[in-house]
């Protein structure tokens, strides 16, 4: 059985309610692989010197096909369709017979010599262009597409909003992003607005919607990911992210795909594959000899590759097929706090509070020899409220989130070592230049023979789609950004999902006293200086709660002095906090309960040889024993702290509730000694 059908197995999905071939809709026209362009991604393996080009008979049998064919859409593609000699009259000849015609265009085939009449022939037959745009900068293009393409292509898309194209209600014109490598499209709302936004303030460009498109390991793409040694890693990440409820809207239920030479297939895909329609004689299906309605019923041929069309949100020719579930007002402040950090902020010397500056007097001692080694850039542009930095990260896999330019992600490849892992992830473009930047020279300066630190583009509300699975992560930190997020109850959950059994959440953040005014949370400076969006501490207690998580510790709370008379008037008498916390991933009772346990600290972590704070109510002293809730003793036994204490006694003798704290706490505020 192949991965596509063993994973919907596992999902309980019959076969046969899914993938059997409805009323047809589409008739989707791949009319070659010849093209002005020779892009990485490309499941066609089209380029400028291929030579499989539709022949005018085969154009005559799909005509054939479409008048016997009432209310059908047309959807032309295949390298650039408008390369074929036979385009103008294929589509003309088409126009009348159909609901809609489609053509799927790069763009700058506007420019090539003799097809500059393309956008009034466009306009003139009503087509709907969906043009491919993989990125509303340049470098994003150039990497998929070639030099000079994004400029061109912008060009184009000037030319046919002239014309009317995204102005007249039939003039449609779609763009299509899809991934420089191996992942899946974000979020398409969100893009989609960052898009609209960036075409039309830099270019004056406006198009109707963006379709996201994963790509599909097939031909030249998974040549691609052979060759970065990618492929399977790629493939586990479609598995992870399969979505079972995208399925029912799988394209190929209602595309029928017609290759150069008339032969039938379920899809674009297997298209590329050879893997053509038969009948029961086993001869291949011809446009020329079948109805519509005679392919209704049909197995649909699945494969491998079938897990890009249900990966995630879910892709297809028409883009997602399932609502990403984000809000305007979630996009709306993702891209106000991408704009605060990317562009308004030039250094931490901009920002209007001390709300998320940490003076490099707040790191532990035993760190800032680390410190200073890490690239002045770095550090330059370095915004957080605190130090959550763990103990005992050798060997680990690190997840720092809202990394930015990678100051925590780079001491914490420090403490990982050569056998550890970081992974620092970010929305802000701007922050990720700087951090991957610096990979190697991290790595010469700490003495390891590679680097063991990689950054992700990506959001902590949805760390699947950026690759990071379930339960393969020791610690998440993150420094003064939770804050920043729109779904903090999302972003907790990603963060317990990830975590392994045993894993710990050791976090700075801005928290509050009592809950904001909703015109303050909306206020994009307050929001930027990370004030906007703090918690309620009370509120973090009841996320927590709610994903099971049911007992947290602090490990230091300082009030937060604004020094911004215009902010403090704004804020009025909300009260702003600076708190480190720490979470496990363990199956914890919702109060502390006395078992009669005792902790007994071994004195073995070496920047810890008197004694270790848990949190700011216990402190353990080298070889003294204390009496514990159970909570605690789990906290110190089952994480990767067991092998520094000694638990005496289990759970089988239950006293009632235990009075948790310490009297040995002496304004210990996070860190050993």
Not at 32 to 50: D, E, I, W, Y
Not at 175 to 198: C, F
Request: neutral net charge.
């Amino acid at each position: 059985m192949n991965a596509f059908l063993s994973i919907l197995e596992n999902s309980k999905i019959p076969k046969e309610s899914c993938l059997r071939r409805t009323r047809l809709t589409t008739l989707q026209v791949n009319m070659g692989n010849l093209c002005n362009q020779n892009c990485r991604h490309c499941h066609v393996a089209a380029s400028p010197n291929a030579d499989k080009v539709m022949s005018a008979q085969v154009i005559d049998s799909i005509l054939g096909f479409l008048s016997r064919s009432k209310g059908l859409t047309l959807d032309i593609t295949g390298g650039a369709p408008e390369l074929n000699p036979g385009f103008d009259y294929f589509v003309e000849g088409a126009r009348p017979l159909i609901k809609e015609i489609v053509v799927r265009t790069n763009l700058t085939i506007l420019f090539e010599e003799g097809k500059e009449y393309l956008p009034e022939f466009y306009k003139k037959n009503n087509v709907h262009l969906i043009c491919s745009l993989p990125g509303y900068r340049e470098k994003e293009v150039q990497l998929q597409r070639g030099k000079g393409v994004f400029h061109k292509s912008i060009d184009a898309l000037k030319i046919l909003n002239k014309l009317g194209y995204s102005k007249q209600e039939s003039l449609q014109l779609d763009l299509v992003y899809n991934p420089s490598g191996a992942q899946l499209p974000p979020r398409k709302d969100t893009l989609e607005k960052v898009y609209k936004s960036h075409l039309k303030g830099k270019y004056g460009i406006d198009f109707d919607k963006l379709i996201t498109i994963t790509n599909v390991p097939i031909k030249r793409f998974k040549d691609y990911l052979d060759s970065n040694g990618e492929y399977d890693k790629y493939i586990n990440l479609l598995k992870d992210n399969f979505n079972k409820d995208v399925v029912a809207n799988i394209m190929c239920r209602e595309f029928l795909s017609v290759g150069y030479d008339g032969k039938l297939y379920d899809c674009d895909f297997n298209q590329s594959l050879s893997w053509a329609l038969r009948d029961e004689r086993g001869d291949f299906l011809a446009v020329d000899k079948i109805a519509a309605q005679d392919l209704e019923g049909r197995d649909i041929m699945v494969g491998e590759h079938c897990l890009s069309c249900t990966a995630g949100y879910g892709s297809s020719c028409k883009g997602a097929l399932v609502d990403s579930g984000e809000s305007l007002q979630e996009s709306d402040t993702k891209e106000t706090v991408k704009q605060y950090y990317g562009k308004t902020l030039k250094s931490s010397d901009d920002l209007k509070t001390n709300a998320c500056t940490c003076a490099v007097e707040a790191v532990p001692k035993h760190y800032r020899p680390i410190l200073s080694k890490i690239h002045p850039q770095v550090l330059n542009k370095f915004y957080g409220c605190g130090s959550p930095i763990p103990l005992l990260l050798e060997g680990c896999t690190v997840l720092d989130l809202g990394c930015g330019t990678g100051r925590d992600s780079y001491l914490a490849s420090a403490l990982a070592g050569e056998r550890g892992l970081v992974i620092g992830v970010d929305m802000t473009d701007e922050q990720l230049d700087v951090a991957r930047k610096y990979k190697e020279y991290h790595a010469e300066e700490f003495g390891f023979s590679k680097v063991n630190v990689e950054f992700k583009k990506g959001y902590i509300e949805d760390l699947k789609t950026i690759g990071i699975n379930d339960n393969s992560v020791d610690v998440v930190i993150s420094n003064c950004v939770i804050n920043l997020s729109p779904d903090k109850r999302a972003g907790f959950s990603e963060i317990l999902r990830v975590l392994k059994p045993g894993g710990e959440l050791y976090f700075s953040d801005v928290f509050t006293g009592r809950r904001m005014l909703e015109n303050l949370k909306a206020d994009p400076i307050l929001y930027g200086e990370c004030l906007g969006g703090a918690l309620y501490i009370e509120d973090l207690r009841r996320i927590l709660r709610g994903l099971g998580c049911l007992d947290y510790r602090v490990m230091s709370k300082t009030k937060i002095i604004l020094n911004n008379e215009e902010i403090e008037k704004k804020a009025g008498m909300v009260d702003f906090y600076s708190m480190t916390i720490r979470v496990f991933k363990l199956a914890l009772e919702d109060i502390c309960e006395d078992y009669g346990q005792i902790a007994l600290y071994l004195g073995t972590i070496p920047q810890c040889p008197h004694q270790f704070i848990l949190d700011d109510r216990h402190v353990f002293k080298t070889a003294k024993p204390v009496l514990v809730c159970g909570n605690t003793a789990s906290m110190l036994s089952e994480t990767r702290y067991g092998k520094h204490f000694k638990i005496i006694g289990d759970r089988s003798i239950h006293f009632g509730p235990f009075p948790c704290g310490s009297e040995d706490y002496d304004n210990a505020v996070g860190g050993c000694c």
